[in-house]
């Protein structure tokens, strides 16, 4: 087994926030997008947190990640927004965008936002956590694609035509565990083929396929030209396909290249179809009417989505992160290279009190 290290969340936000702030980012956005990738790995989705940071300092340096601007409204309605994120960190953006969602579902009855020049915005569940929170459902789709444009394959195709093109849900519950959906349109999230590259594992049969279309179970055949396959085959490829459209709705379409694509959310208040309280203690007896079924022969119990990362955080809060030697030596050089301390010695006491 790959040797790993164990951090507790405080001080891993600690050292992401120290990292970002050092490479020019502001500190409420740091911290804001330190806070996202914690979540990330807390919930058990460790393709989408701290591994992240060199690959976000790499984009900072080439110009396509501005790290200390601030996103603007460029058009709005009652209900509806277009989000220019200026390229700052897409996690800033996608937060902000779903805070003002919130409130403007909360005064007109729902909210749909479109977002542009924003890049990776990181675990799409965190938002839908958001609104599931305020007393809402919340969906965000990004994702984009075109003619051989793309790393997953469409159904029945050779060449890549979409990214992994994520749909995320939130539901409120009145509880600590709000049902969540948060899936990639592909097989597998990029993210976990490089969980799995830094852990030295193979990938289960029928997730990838190398660069002549062959199935592979390498991390190191995708990244040498690979393919993502789509779940669901036709089923999963078809919604790829929607959240392109969707994010086509902020006009982030190339009819001469034949692609499209970009970030949209939606918001609904609950409270305007049905009373929230109500709704929440329908949402729970359902949900455990499906939890109390029986399983089946080797599984331990029934889940509903949104169970997986409520027990992950539960179970790390409590007893630390594990992080692979290698992305702890990847994010140890980053910070070595910026002049960060990794020690302990430098977590704040508002740190703890975010994980709680």
């Known amino acids: 087994m790959a040797e790993t290290h164990n951090f507790q969340a405080s001080h891993l936000h600690s050292i992401t926030r120290r990292i970002f702030v050092a490479a020019g980012a502001t500190r409420h956005i740091a911290d804001d997008v330190a ?146 959906i948060d899936i990639a349109t592909s097989m597998i999230a990029e993210g976990k083929i490089q969980v799995a590259r830094s852990k030295g594992e193979d990938l289960p049969e029928g997730h990838i396929v190398d660069k002549n279309g062959n199935p592979s179970v390498k991390p190191a055949d995708f990244y040498d030209g690979g393919f993502l396959l789509p779940f669901g085959l036709h089923k999963g490829y078809s919604i790829g396909l929607l959240v392109c459209l969707l994010g086509g709705l902020a006009g982030t379409f190339d009819i001469e290249k034949g692609s499209m694509g970009g970030c949209f959310m939606q918001v609904i208040n609950v409270d305007a179809m049905t009373p929230l309280a109500e709704y929440q203690q329908g949402v729970r007896a359902f949900l455990d009417g499906i939890k109390s079924i029986p399983p089946a022969p080797g599984f331990d119990k029934v889940l509903v989505p949104g169970d997986f990362e409520h027990q992950n955080r539960v179970q790390r809060l409590a007893d630390g992160i594990e992080i692979p030697d290698t992305i702890r030596q990847q994010i140890s050089e980053c910070a070595e290279k910026l002049g960060v301390s990794m020690s302990e010695d430098a977590v704040e006491p508002g740190d703890a009190g975010r994980y709680q």
Do not use: W
């Open 35 to 180: 806070e996202i990738l914690v979540n990330a790995n807390l919930a058990g989705h460790d393709s989408h947190g701290v591994l992240r940071i060199p690959a976000y300092l790499r984009t900072i340096e080439g110009g396509g990640l501005i790290p200390n601007v601030e996103p603007e409204v460029t058009s709005e309605t009652a209900n509806t927004m277009i989000f220019d994120g200026k390229n700052c960190f897409g996690h800033y953006i996608a937060r902000q965008a779903m805070n003002r969602a919130i409130e403007k579902a909360k005064a007109a009855d729902m909210c749909s936002v479109s977002i542009i020049n924003t890049g990776h915005i990181g675990r799409l569940g965190d938002y839908a956590e958001a609104a599931a929170a305020a007393g809402c459902i919340g969906i965000i789709t990004t994702g984009g694609g075109g003619q051989m444009q793309g790393i997953t394959v469409p159904f029945g195709g050779a060449g890549g035509a979409t990214g992994t093109n994520p749909i995320a849900v939130g539901v409120p519950t009145g509880d600590d565990a709000p049902f969540v």
